[in-house]
């Protein structure tokens, strides 16, 4: 690598000449291509963003100047510049870098983050501390097309440009979300991009009327309005300037010398400026150009074909999830899918192809999902709003109060639930438990299995308020459909084995756990209960009841934080009339790395729950 070994640190790009650096983008192409291509990550942003990353880091000044990656994604290029390259190749593993931008891990990460829209927000803080601090440096928000779908970004927007703070966002406009983007926003972006001649229509009008001699500044009002709605209709970028933004665009965002020139003019503006740059999502690897949604986040690949060098065997949570929905659509017409841009990711692709009038890609939008699933309850549909478990974070205010409160029909299909692994605090589902426990009328469940998920999915449909479904990533298991969807008993436990002295209670992957833990002391000779609690609310109040007046111990395992998840309605539960000890997350955000490492670490094992469950002192140190 003849350019790219010679950096480390930003400062270093100013060396090179245009030409070089566009040469020097190339090699941070095949680095992160060499890379991904053996541990995974998120390619397909990342390859559509080097030009761009190279483009800003050899105008700006990093850590002076501030660019904050939106999602944080595309975030590999800026990594391979900024002092990393050694280390990339550990990138998402467990104790390497992480995949998106981390506070801890660099001064060039200005932001840490994971979630999308966020941007503007940050830059515009940042600008304005600057203000007040008389600090300086200039700030550069990058993010996609589909983070401009998810409504903070426009929050944002209103205050900056009443504010009229310098501040550039450069809108990577690539026509791609995870999938194609979706919604009016994208239409208009794709209309301004399609057709240049509209950019040139925006010059000649605003010269065109200055320039009518003899009709002087009344005449200009007058047109004014005429202009302006002309513009509206016809004009790039007339959106974001209503909004109070200057507009450059469209950029070809792999034209090294557009991209610098541009970026140089929306600082000089000193105001806040959009510079709507067009790339390519994947550029430059074929299989990701021809299929960039699959290339999104990907597993190690072949680096020649682009075919995925492991598929995982049987079935996933999500794909259950999916073909249950399908199944129970056929014949109930009140259900309709709603998800906020992860179609793919939580499952929904045949409900989409088999009921496309009743499917509902909404954008990055979450909270908007969850009121207008909301409103398809009050309308009289049965909405189920798939989401990971991280991003209905987003919706907490509308779970509580547009849904919790109104009592209202929606069932949440939680996906992501536990640790997800390379991807890290983020993007792990530690918290939906204990944000979601507390919401009254809210029916919590968490499946064990596939086939409890889709028995699940069957119950929530006869449950007259909101539901959540909570379960985990991946975890893929040999699985046939049950023939009948046999619907719950809501807020009843399953007892897998009656034993005595010691109950070992899981919740979803908690059961796997508790199962396991029970078979190490069976080999030890003791005899654990073990039970399947299936419902987190309403508890099955009845059999922890008996468990506490019949054991000498009761053990919760969860893939939750510990603190008001699954172990702490039990022990609201039971009191003081047992001891009760609990295995879940700890009260800290999880790093990333593999599932299984992380939970070895954290001490969320079949083996430390054992331990703990043992009566006996002498067994702690026999359970191996
Ligand atoms: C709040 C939130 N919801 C969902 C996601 C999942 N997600 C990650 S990237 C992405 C698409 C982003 O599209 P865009 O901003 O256009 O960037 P691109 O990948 O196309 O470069 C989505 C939906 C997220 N990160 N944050």
Redesign the pocket.
């Known amino acids: 690598m003849r350019y790219l070994d010679k950096i480390s640190d930003p400062a270093d790009l100013q060396q090179f000449s245009e030409r070089e650096l566009t040469l020097l983008a190339g090699e941070v192409r095949e680095a992160i291509l060499a890379c991904v291509s053996e541990v995974g990550g ?1 390619l ?2 990342s390859l ?2 080097v030009e761009l990353t190279v483009a800003l880091h050899s105008v700006l000044q990093s850590p002076r100047d501030k660019i904050v990656w ?2 944080g ?2 975030c590999y290029a800026h990594k391979l510049l900024t002092g990393r390259r050694d280390s990339f190749g550990t990138i998402r593993q467990y104790g390497g870098l992480s995949g998106f931008p981390s506070r801890g891990e660099s001064v060039h990460d200005v932001v840490g983050t ?4 966020t941007s503007i927000s940050y830059g515009l803080g940042l600008v304005e501390a600057a203000k007040l601090t008389r600090g300086g440096g200039n700030v550069v928000c990058v ?6 779908t ?1 409504g903070v970004a426009f929050e944002a927007m209103n205050q900056a440009g009443h504010l009229h703070t310098p501040l550039v966002v450069i809108i ?1 406009d ?1 026509e ?3 999938r194609a ?1 979706v919604g009016a926003l994208q239409l208009y972006l794709n209309r301004i991009r399609l057709d240049p001649t509209l950019t040139r229509l925006r010059e000649d009008l605003e010269r065109g009327v200055a320039r009518i001699p003899a009709i002087g500044q009344q005449a200009y009002r007058l047109g004014k309005d005429v202009k302006e709605s002309m513009k509206a209709l016809l004009v790039p970028g007339m959106l974001f300037e209503e909004l109070g933004f200057a507009y450059i665009g469209v950029v070809d965002g792999h034209d090294m010398h557009a991209l610098r020139e541009s970026v140089r003019q929306a600082i000089d503006t000193r105001r806040p400026v959009v510079v709507h740059v067009k790339t390519v ?1 994947g550029k430059g690897y074929e299989p990701a150009e021809a299929r ?1 949604d699959a290339f ?1 986040g990907t597993g190690p690949f072949h680096l020649g074909n682009g075919v995925r060098k492991a598929a995982a065997g049987g079935t996933t949570f999500t794909e259950a999830f999916g073909q249950a929905l399908v199944r129970l659509a056929e014949t109930d017409p009140r259900i309709v899918a709603v998800t ?3 179609t793919q ?1 939580t499952g929904l692709e045949e409900f989409e192809r088999r009921f496309p009038e009743r499917f509902y890609d909404v954008g ?1 939008a ?1 909270e908007h999902a969850a009121v207008f699933a909301a409103g398809l309850a009050i309308g009289g549909m049965r909405p189920v709003v798939a989401v ?1 478990s991280t ?1 209905l974070q ?1 919706a907490y205010d509308m779970l509580v109060q547009d849904i919790g409160l109104q009592r209202l029909p929606v069932i949440f299909a939680v996906d992501r639930a536990g640790l997800v692994g390379d991807d890290g605090p983020t993007h792990h589902g530690a918290f939906d438990l204990s944000f979601l426990r507390v919401i009254p009328n809210l029916t919590i469940m968490a499946p064990s299995s596939q086939a409890e998920l889709q028995r699940m999915l069957r119950t929530a449909l006869d449950i007259d308020g909101p539901v959540a479904i909570r379960y985990p990533r991946g975890m893929a298991a040999p699985f046939a459909a049950p023939a009948e969807l046999e619907p719950l008993a809501v807020g009843e436990a399953r007892v897998l084995e009656e034993g005595r002295d010691v109950a070992l209670i899981g919740i979803g992957t908690g059961v796997g756990i508790a199962r396991e833990a029970a078979a190490l002391l069976q080999d030890r000779g003791e005899q654990p209960t073990v039970v399947d609690a299936r419902f987190v609310k309403p508890l099955d109040a009845a059999l922890l009841e008996r468990l506490a007046a019949t054991h000498r111990r009761l053990v919760t395992v969860e893939e939750n934080a510990l603190a008001g998840g699954f172990g702490s309605a039990v022990l609201e539960q039971v009191g003081t009339s047992v001891p009760v000890v609990r295995f879940g997350l700890p009260d800290a955000f999880v790093p990333h790395g593999d599932r299984t490492l992380l939970l070895e670490d954290l001490g969320l094992t079949p083996r430390a729950v054992a331990a703990a469950a043992a009566l006996h002192p002498a067994a702690l140190t026999r359970v191996k």
């Open positions: 998120h397909a942003a559509g963003t939106d999602v994604h595309q994971g979630h999308a829209s993010l996609g097309d589909g983070a401009l998810g990577n690539n791609m979300s995870i983007n999502k960039p999104h906020a841009a992860m990711g990055i979450e990971y991003f987003r």
